[in-house]
């Protein structure tokens, strides 16, 4: 099942995004930061990381709507893909 453009894009955005934050959380262990400030970033890139993924899937949900007879292979593999996140 291929993904549109505009899901694609709005979800590599996000993945660059934190992937400039994990370099971040690299710079400060290296700099010996707070555990508490590094903790902090790991957390708001762990949520950027589920949004992703969640994004991914909406994305994949929307396409099986549009489709005019949706496979039980394509459900499935949504589904297998969604609970993955879990």
Not at 29 to 51: F, H, I, P, W, Y
Not at 63 to 70: I, K
């Amino acid at each position: 099942m291929k993904l549109p453009p505009e899901t694609t894009q709005a979800v590599t955005t996000r993945l660059k995004r934190a992937h400039g934050q994990i370099a971040g959380i690299i710079k400060m262990l290296e700099e010996g930061r707070e555990c508490e400030d590094v903790l902090t970033q790991v957390a708001a890139v762990s949520k950027a990381l589920d949004r992703a993924g969640f994004a991914l899937i909406a994305g994949g949900m929307r396409e099986c709507l549009v489709a005019d007879d949706p496979s039980v292979s394509d459900q499935e593999r949504l589904e297998k893909l969604f609970l993955s996140l879990a």
